[in-house]
C-alpha cells in the first residue's frame, strides 16, 4: 500500500498579514490573533506556495527555479519539515489532493 | 473602610483598606493628583486573615484582577503592596493602549523610552532625567495610543531600589520621598513623587522618537538595535500585545518600524546620560 | 544555464539567470517562534509569589532527580518538606544558581519539580510568571 501524497495548502493570503522586517519577517495570523516571528525559508516557501495545494517535491521544484538550494542536505526533507511545522500552527493545512 | 482615589494618566484607581495607615501614606504620596469620580479599577489591601489584622500583620493584594499563587507583604511594606495592586491592574487589565514595561521623559514634544529587565535602571534613568530638563512620564509602563502610536504618560509614585534611592536623594533633594522600606522581594525600596510638570502635565502625550535599552554595570558601550530583534524583546516587554490582536500587531510594527533603537552600556547615572544625550542630538 | 532561453519565443525578455542563495537549514532546526503572552519581564513589579516545594498535593512525597513525586524510600530521592522558595530564587535557580537552604543536587531536582508544575497546582502561575520565552 503506498500512502497517499501529502498536498499542501497556504492560509488565505487575506488571512495573514506578513511584515518583513530585517532577520525575520512577522506573520500576523487573523483567524487566531497569534502572531509568527518566522525565518528564512519560511518566508519563501509560502510565497511560492501561491493559492495552489502543492506537494513538498512539487514545491522544492518550484524554490529551485528561483533560488539556489545549495545541496547539504536533501531539501524535500527541509521543506516536508517546515511544511509540517507550518501546518502544525495554521499557516498551511494539509490537504489530500489538488482538486 | 477607608478609601482613596487617584487618577495616573489615563486610568482611574481605588484603593481601599481596613487599615488607616497605608491609605493615609498613599493620600500623602499623591496629594498633587487629581482625584477622579468613577475608577477604572480597585486594589484592596486586606489582611489575609482576621489574625493578621492585628498580629503580625500582613497585607493581601486584593482587585478586580487578581493572580493565584500571590503572598501577602509585611505590613511595614503596605506602600509596596499598593503599588503592585496597582501594576497588576494595569498589566492584566488596561487595554486602551499597547502597555509596555518601560520608561519614558519628553522632550520638544517627543518621547525617549527605555526598557529592559528589573536592575537595567531604566526607572532610576528617567528620574534622573527628570530632574535634568527632561519631562518625566512615567518608570515603569508607557502607553502607547493603539491609532497614532504617541506614547501617554503614566507617571505613578517612582520607585526607587537600593543604590538608587541614595543617588536620587542627592540629585533631587526638594523632592518628595515617601517611607524606607527595607527588606522588601526586592531589597531596599523607597518612592519619590514625580516633579510637578510630570503630574500637571500627564495628558500630555508624545511621538516616540528613541528607544533604549540601558544595561548597568558594564563599559559604557552603544549597539544598534535592528527592528527584527527590537519586535521580539518588546512583545516580550508588553504585557497585553498578545490580548490586542490586530490593533497590538499593527502598534507594534509601526513602533519598532519608525523608532531607532540603541542599546546602551554604562556604570555611572552621569554616563547613561551623556550617552543619551549624544544619542538624542544624533537620531532625533 | 542561456539555453534555458533559447526557447522562449522572440517577445519575452531573457530569464534572470542567476539565482539568489537560499537558506534551508536543516529539518530538526524550526524557523518559526510564536509570540506567548509575557509576565516574565514585569512579574517582580506585579506580583510577590511563592512556590512551594512540594504543593499540597505532594505532601508527604519525595522529588527524584527528574523531579517527579515518588514514595520516600524511592533510593535516590530528595526529601521535600513543602518549603516555600519566592520568585526572586526560583528566577536565580532557573538561571543556573542554586535555591538556598539546599545541596547541588536537591536544588537541580527542586528545580525540575517546579518545571513540571501544572495548571492548577500551588505555583504554577508564579512558575508560568517568571518564563521568559527563547
Same mark, same amino acid.
Given at each position: 500500500?503506498?500512502a497517499?501524497?501529502?498536498?499542501?495548502?497556504?492560509?488565505?493570503?487575506?488571512?495573514?498579514?506578513?511584515?518583513?522586517?530585517?532577520a525575520?519577517?512577522?506573520?500576523?495570523?487573523r483567524?487566531?490573533?497569534? =502572531?509568527?516571528?518566522?525565518?528564512?525559508?519560511?518566508?519563501?516557501?509560502?510565497? &511560492?506556495?501561491?493559492?495552489?495545494?502543492?506537494?513538498?517535491?512539487?514545491?522544492?521544484?518550484?524554490?529551485?527555479d528561483?533560488?539556489?538550494?545549495?545541496?547539504?542536505?536533501?531539501?524535500?526533507?527541509v521543506v516536508?519539515?517546515?511544511?509540517?511545522?507550518?501546518?502544525e500552527?495554521?499557516?498551511v493545512?494539509? =490537504?489530500?489532493?489538488?482538486a | 473602610m477607608?478609601?482613596f482615589?487617584?487618577?495616573?494618566?489615563?486610568?482611574?484607581?481605588?484603593?481601599?483598606?481596613?487599615?488607616?495607615q497605608?491609605v493615609?501614606?498613599?493620600?500623602?504620596?499623591?496629594?498633587?493628583?487629581?482625584?477622579?469620580?468613577?475608577?477604572? !479599577?480597585?486594589?484592596?489591601?486586606?489582611?489575609?486573615?482576621?489574625?493578621r489584622?492585628f498580629?503580625?500583620?500582613s497585607v493581601?493584594?486584593?482587585?478586580?484582577?487578581?493572580?493565584?499563587?500571590?503572598?501577602?507583604?509585611?505590613?511595614?511594606?503596605a506602600?509596596?503592596?499598593?503599588?503592585?495592586?496597582?501594576?497588576?491592574?494595569? &498589566?492584566?487589565?488596561?487595554?486602551?493602549?499597547?502597555?509596555?514595561?518601560?520608561?519614558a521623559?519628553e522632550?520638544?514634544?517627543?518621547?525617549?523610552?527605555?526598557?529592559?529587565?528589573?536592575?537595567?535602571g531604566?526607572?532610576?534613568?528617567?528620574? /534622573?532625567l527628570?530632574?535634568?530638563?527632561?519631562? !518625566?512620564?512615567g518608570?515603569? !509602563?508607557?502607553?502607547?495610543?493603539?491609532?497614532?502610536?504617541?506614547? =501617554?504618560?503614566?507617571?505613578?509614585m517612582?520607585s526607587?531600589?537600593?543604590e538608587?534611592?541614595?543617588?536620587?536623594?542627592?540629585?533631587?533633594?526638594?523632592?518628595?520621598?515617601?517611607p524606607?522600606?527595607t527588606?522588601?522581594?526586592?531589597?531596599?525600596?523607597?518612592?519619590?513623587?514625580?516633579p510637578?510638570?510630570?503630574?500637571?502635565?500627564?495628558?500630555?502625550?508624545?511621538?516616540?522618537?528613541?528607544?533604549?535599552f540601558?544595561?548597568?554595570?558594564h563599559?559604557?558601550?552603544?549597539?544598534?538595535?535592528?527592528?527584527?530583534?527590537?519586535?521580539?524583546?518588546?512583545?516580550?516587554?508588553?504585557?497585553?500585545?498578545?490580548?490586542?490582536?490586530?490593533?497590538g500587531?499593527?502598534?507594534?510594527?509601526?513602533?519598532?518600524k519608525?523608532?531607532?533603537?540603541?542599546?546602551?552600556?554604562?556604570?555611572t547615572?552621569d554616563?547613561?546620560?551623556?550617552?543619551?544625550?549624544?544619542?538624542?542630538e544624533?537620531?532625533? | 544555464?542561456?539555453?534555458?532561453n533559447?526557447?522562449?519565443?522572440?517577445?519575452?525578455t531573457?530569464?534572470?539567470?542567476s539565482?539568489?542563495?537560499?537558506?534551508?537549514?536543516? &529539518?530538526?532546526?524550526?524557523?518559526?517562534?510564536?509570540?506567548?503572552?509575557? /509576565?516574565?519581564? =514585569?512579574?517582580?513589579?506585579?506580583?510577590?509569589?511563592?512556590?512551594?516545594?512540594?504543593?499540597?498535593?505532594?505532601?508527604?512525597?519525595?522529588?527524584?532527580?527528574?523531579?517527579?513525586?515518588?514514595?520516600?524510600?524511592?533510593?535516590?530521592? !530528595?526529601?521535600?518538606?513543602?518549603?516555600k522558595?519566592?520568585?526572586?530564587?526560583?528566577?536565580?535557580?532557573?538561571a543556573?544558581?542554586?535555591l538556598?537552604?539546599?545541596?547541588?543536587?536537591q536544588?537541580?531536582?527542586?528545580?525540575?519539580?517546579?518545571?513540571?508544575?501544572?495548571?492548577?497546582?500551588s505555583?504554577?502561575?508564579?512558575?508560568a510568571?517568571?518564563?521568559?520565552?527563547?
Amino acid at each position: 500500500m503506498v500512502a497517499p501524497t501529502k498536498y499542501y495548502i497556504a492560509e488565505p493570503a487575506d488571512q495573514l498579514w506578513v511584515e518583513p522586517l530585517d532577520a525575520i519577517t512577522l506573520i500576523y495570523q487573523r483567524r487566531s490573533g497569534i =502572531t509568527h516571528m518566522v525565518v528564512e525559508p519560511v518566508p519563501e516557501i509560502l510565497t &511560492a506556495m501561491g493559492v495552489d495545494a502543492v506537494t513538498a517535491a512539487a514545491l522544492v521544484a518550484k524554490l529551485s527555479d528561483q533560488f539556489d538550494l545549495g545541496t547539504d542536505e536533501d531539501a524535500e526533507a527541509v521543506v516536508t519539515a517546515r511544511l509540517e511545522e507550518l501546518a502544525e500552527l495554521g499557516l498551511v493545512h494539509r =490537504t489530500q489532493c489538488d482538486a | 473602610m477607608h478609601e482613596f482615589r487617584v487618577q495616573v494618566g489615563p486610568a482611574a484607581f481605588r484603593i481601599g483598606s481596613r487599615w488607616r495607615q497605608p491609605v493615609e501614606q498613599l493620600a500623602a504620596l499623591y496629594a498633587d493628583y487629581p482625584k477622579p469620580e468613577i475608577p477604572d !479599577f480597585t486594589v484592596r489591601l486586606d489582611a489575609p486573615s482576621l489574625l493578621r489584622r492585628f498580629l503580625r500583620k500582613s497585607v493581601a493584594i486584593n482587585g478586580d484582577f487578581m493572580l493565584p499563587d500571590a503572598v501577602p507583604l509585611p505590613f511595614g511594606q503596605a506602600l509596596l503592596a499598593a503599588e503592585m495592586g496597582m501594576n497588576l491592574q494595569m &498589566a492584566l487589565g488596561w487595554r486602551r493602549h499597547l502597555l509596555l514595561h518601560a520608561s519614558a521623559v519628553e522632550r520638544e514634544g517627543r518621547a525617549l523610552i527605555m526598557t529592559g529587565a528589573s536592575g537595567s535602571g531604566k526607572s532610576t534613568l528617567s528620574a /534622573l532625567l527628570g530632574q535634568r530638563g527632561w519631562r !518625566f512620564m512615567g518608570d515603569e !509602563f508607557v502607553l502607547l495610543d493603539l491609532d497614532s502610536g504617541a506614547a =501617554t504618560p503614566f507617571p505613578r509614585m517612582i520607585s526607587l531600589k537600593n543604590e538608587a534611592i541614595a543617588a536620587m536623594q542627592v540629585a533631587a533633594p526638594a523632592a518628595r520621598f515617601g517611607p524606607l522600606m527595607t527588606a522588601t522581594p526586592k531589597g531596599d525600596i523607597m518612592h519619590m513623587v514625580p516633579p510637578v510638570a510630570a503630574i500637571t502635565r500627564m495628558a500630555e502625550s508624545a511621538q516616540p522618537a528613541l528607544l533604549l535599552f540601558p544595561s548597568f554595570g558594564h563599559l559604557p558601550a552603544v549597539r544598534e538595535v535592528a527592528p527584527g530583534e527590537n519586535f521580539m524583546r518588546m512583545t516580550q516587554a508588553s504585557t497585553n500585545y498578545v490580548a490586542l490582536g490586530e490593533a497590538g500587531f499593527r502598534a507594534m510594527t509601526r513602533f519598532v518600524k519608525s523608532v531607532p533603537a540603541r542599546a546602551i552600556d554604562y556604570q555611572t547615572g552621569d554616563e547613561a546620560i551623556a550617552l543619551v544625550e549624544r544619542l538624542w542630538e544624533r537620531l532625533v | 544555464m542561456d539555453n534555458q532561453n533559447d526557447n522562449l519565443p522572440n517577445n519575452v525578455t531573457k530569464l534572470p539567470t542567476s539565482r539568489r542563495a537560499l537558506m534551508l537549514g536543516a &529539518a530538526a532546526a524550526s524557523a518559526i517562534v510564536t509570540v506567548r503572552p509575557a /509576565l516574565a519581564q =514585569t512579574a517582580g513589579s506585579v506580583l510577590n509569589c511563592q512556590i512551594p516545594v512540594p504543593g499540597p498535593h505532594g505532601s508527604g512525597m519525595n522529588i527524584d532527580a527528574t523531579g517527579k513525586l515518588v514514595t520516600p524510600d524511592t533510593a535516590g530521592s !530528595f526529601t521535600a518538606t513543602g518549603q516555600k522558595f519566592t520568585g526572586e530564587q526560583v528566577k536565580k535557580a532557573l538561571a543556573g544558581g542554586q535555591l538556598p537552604g539546599t545541596t547541588y543536587d536537591q536544588s537541580r531536582a527542586y528545580v525540575n519539580y517546579i518545571r513540571r508544575l501544572q495548571a492548577g497546582q500551588s505555583g504554577f502561575t508564579c512558575y508560568a510568571s517568571l518564563q521568559m520565552p527563547r
